[in-house]
């Protein structure tokens, strides 16, 4: 009689034991939505290109290539293209020979509203001249073939650099303009 009253204890103590941690565990379970939100992404890419070349051309005729280390795709929030390691583009005139260089250390290209927008060391050069272009940010408007920058701007021709507080020009770059030029310097290497 002994050995089924202990049995008979064990098992109840077993019980209550069993019950206080159902009861703790389902009393500290919860789904505060601002800690779950925390911890889902909220916007993953879609497709990841390492180390892309793309190359454009209209016709046969070669126009740009593009080199990017990395290349990150989205569609939502809103179609993106996004090169978070930067982008070096160059230039042809249509015939295999390069006309100029882009690069900047981070840029992306909104599908839907025809933009892109590169920044952080943006450089541009023509080869056909020399003549460079340093600038914080620029915006190219593929709708109306311009591109802009509201942020200070530098150029180099020759000898001289120019300091301004925005950019503009045709997507060709054939009819550069800078705004409230601050001056322009004669450098001379010796």
């Not at 050069?125 to 109306?144: A, K």
Request: glycine content about 4%; hydrophobic content about 35%.
């Amino acid at each position: 009689m002994l050995r089924i009253s202990s049995a008979h204890s064990t098992l109840k103590a077993r019980s209550r034991i069993f019950v206080l941690l159902l009861a703790c565990f389902m009393t500290s379970c919860g789904n505060d939505i601002s800690k779950i939100q925390f911890f889902e992404p909220k916007e993953l890419p879609e497709s990841t290109i390492e180390n892309a070349c793309m190359r454009r051309s209209e016709e046969g005729r070669l126009q740009v290539i593009m080199e990017a280390p990395l290349v990150l795709q989205y569609s939502k929030p809103e179609p993106k293209t996004e090169y978070p390691k930067g982008i070096k583009m160059r230039f042809f005139n249509g015939y295999n020979n390069p006309t100029g260089t882009l690069t900047a250390r981070y840029a992306v290209q909104y599908s839907h509203r025809q933009q892109t927008i590169v920044r952080d060391s943006v450089v541009i050069v023509d080869l056909r001249n020399g003549d460079t272009v340093y600038l914080q940010e620029l915006t190219w408007d593929e709708m109306v073939h311009r591109v802009y920058s509201n942020k200070p701007v530098r150029t180099k021709n020759g000898p001289r650099i120019t300091l301004g507080d925005r950019f503009e020009s045709d997507d060709a770059f054939t009819q550069p303009r800078i705004f409230h030029q601050r001056g322009t310097l004669e450098w001379k290497e010796e």
